[in-house]
């Protein structure tokens, strides 16, 4: 049989097969939901305006090296000397930035810090976890993110998301993460990124409240029904 | 639907109502008017999620897609493309989200648990199960043009404005897609 009407025939049957459409969200959904907002164009003003409103539990500290061994040395010192520690905060709450971004210099690009990496050497991303929120039944990934990664559908402008634009909804654009449940780990973590060609890298911060019977108040981004928000927290740039 | 018209609706449930394009915004501010023009779309947003969707999440993939639809309507731009066009498009996302996220917890137990209602007791139950295995495993541009074409049941100039793309790639690409299922088929006829 000729394959199109095949196709043409099994696409009816199926269509004839399905029971009555799904229902829309009712107005009071609709009524509920977050009033438009005026975004930026760009990641960068994006990422902004996620400086001014941080979220939820942790902090992400950010450490570059150039070699693994040049890490952890890097990485004790830091802790020796917490002044000269390069971090983002995710405060506990909106408008409670947990860093002063102004000590940190021109090191900075859109108010997040920016770490050097090398091609083909582990850039190690230091993960804290905030030990004074263990209320917050949160989970979080952080992602190192192949360089011009969007946030995904839902939690930035969908005009973004042209034909072939990188978003973190493709898992394929991940290029290194790690997953914690900040209720049972309160330790530090570390996530090795190996870049394989210079670009550069953000470091994404995706929270997910799905298991909270109140989720938090998110105010970085647009947090979905389930409770995610997704932030860049910083650069990794590989020249 | 072309350009400068605001055309909702597509398919045999669907009507078409028509203004201009710069009374599309206005009117979509309405809340009673943006449900209405949702209602009118349903069924091929639910052909849509079933399709694209993780089994048993369409339901939540439309009210996710038609609350950012809500939440972003001041972004649809009549001129770019119908509303059902821009709203299928947000709901693709949406779907790819979900399955990105279902996968990334374990939990996808694949497409095919989704065609269930194909019934292996006939003939042409078995025959489609079997186009559905086909379809499953092509690239992902191919798929999505099947689906949406000969599945969703949608005119290939949409199909074309919904990835961007010309109508001339569309009609190449379901080309190709046949050619490679037709390839398939005969391959596993001979085995």
Redesign the interface.
Known sequence: MDIDRRLHEAGQRWRESQGPALQPPSPASLRQAAPPRLWRKGLAAMAAAAAVAAIIFGFVTLHGATTASEAIRNLRARQANPTDARHVGLGPGCGIPAVDMAALGSDLRAGKPVIPGVVGQPTIVHVNIDPDRPQLKTTATVIVAAPGTLPGHGFSNPSQHAPGSLTLDDSGNWKASLDIAAQTQKSTQNLTFVPKVPGLYPVYVIEHATSTATPPTFCGGIPDKGGDAQNVVGWIQVP | MGNGQWAMGCGA?GGVMSSTAQDAPKRLSS??A??AE??RI??V???V??RFAPLGD???V???A???A??????FDPEQGSFQTWIV??LL??S??TV?RR??NGLLLGRLADRS??STETP?GS??RQ??TLIAGLPRRQREV?ELY??V?LPVQQVADL???SSGTVKSTLAGA?RR??FR?AGEETN
């Open positions: 449930s809340m009673e943006f449900s949702l209602d349903m069924p947003l639910t052909r999620a079933r369409a339901d939540d439309i009210q996710e038609c609350l950012a809500w939440r972003y309507r001041h972004r498009k947000i996302n949406e790819y989200k990105g996968r990334r209602h194909l042409s025959s489609d186009l559905e099947i000969y599945f049941d990835l961007g793309v046949r299922i037709q088929l």
